[in-house]
C-alpha cells in the first residue's frame, strides 16, 4: 500500500499542474506618471491619474486597463488657459469631471502591445486603441485624438486657433 502512495502522489501533482490558471498581475500606478498632451496649440498635462490596471503578457486575454484622468488636474502653463479648458464649452469639468478609458481587449503587436477600448470623453462615448510598450514596470504609449469628435471646444471663433487634433502621451509606472 505504501508502494502506491508515492505514484499516486506524484500523478496527482503533475495533473493539478497541467491545470494552473494564469491571472494578470494588478498594478498600482506610481508616483512619477505623466500625461501629457501636445499640438501646435493647445498643450498641457493632466495631474491627476488613477485606476485598476491588470497585465501579464503571458495573460492578455485576463488584461484589462479601466483608468481616469481627473479632468480638474489640467495645467496648460497658464491659468486663463487652464479655466477656459475646465468651461463647458470645452471639458465641461461641473458636469464631466473625468475622461476614462476602460480596454475590452489587449493584443500583442509586432513592437508591443495594443489596448482596445472606449475613451469616455465630456460624455461622448468612442472606440480607442492605444499601443504602448511596457519595460521597467513601466508603461509608454502614445495616440492621437480629435477634440472636436468628443465635442471639446468649436472649430469656430477663437477656438478655430486651437488644433483640433492632439497628440498624447502617456507613461506610467506602475508596482505590485
Given at each position: 500500500?505504501k508502494?502506491l502512495?508515492?505514484?499516486i502522489?506524484?500523478?496527482?501533482t503533475?495533473?493539478?499542474?497541467?491545470?494552473?490558471?494564469y491571472?494578470?498581475?494588478?498594478?498600482?500606478?506610481?508616483d512619477?506618471y505623466?500625461?501629457?498632451?501636445?499640438s501646435?496649440?493647445?498643450?498641457?498635462?493632466?495631474?491627476s491619474?488613477k485606476?485598476?490596471?491588470?497585465?501579464d503578457?503571458n495573460?492578455l486575454?485576463g488584461?484589462?486597463?479601466?483608468v481616469t484622468?481627473?479632468?480638474?488636474?489640467i495645467?496648460m502653463?497658464n491659468g486663463m488657459k487652464n479655466?477656459?479648458a475646465?468651461?463647458?464649452?470645452?471639458f465641461?469639468?461641473?458636469k464631466?469631471p473625468?475622461?476614462k478609458f476602460t480596454?475590452?481587449?489587449?493584443t500583442?503587436?509586432?513592437t508591443?502591445y495594443?489596448?482596445t477600448?472606449?475613451l469616455d470623453?465630456?460624455?461622448?462615448q468612442?472606440?480607442l486603441t492605444?499601443?504602448f510598450?511596457?519595460?521597467?514596470n513601466?508603461?509608454?504609449g502614445?495616440f492621437?485624438?480629435?477634440?472636436?469628435?468628443?465635442?471639446?471646444?468649436?472649430?469656430?471663433?477663437m477656438?478655430s486657433?486651437?488644433s483640433?487634433?492632439?497628440?498624447v502621451?502617456?507613461?506610467?509606472p506602475?508596482?505590485k
Open positions: 500500500m508502494k502512495i508515492f505514484p502522489a506524484i500523478a496527482a503533475m495533473l493539478f499542474s497541467a491545470f494552473t490558471v491571472t494578470a498581475t494588478t498594478w498600482k500606478i506610481a512619477g505623466s500625461i501629457k498632451f501636445t501646435d496649440d493647445p498643450a498641457g498635462v493632466f495631474s491619474f485606476g485598476d490596471i491588470s497585465f503578457a495573460d486575454a488584461s484589462k486597463f479601466d484622468i481627473d479632468v480638474n488636474s495645467n502653463g479655466n477656459k475646465k468651461n463647458e464649452n470645452w465641461n469639468a461641473a464631466f473625468a475622461i480596454s475590452s481587449k489587449i500583442k503587436t509586432a508591443g495594443e489596448a477600448g472606449t470623453m465630456k460624455g461622448v468612442k472606440p492605444i499601443p510598450t511596457f519595460a521597467n513601466t508603461f509608454t502614445s492621437s485624438i480629435n477634440r472636436l469628435d468628443y465635442g471639446v471646444g468649436t472649430d469656430k471663433g477656438d486657433h486651437a483640433s487634433i492632439l497628440k502621451d502617456v507613461s506610467v506602475v508596482t
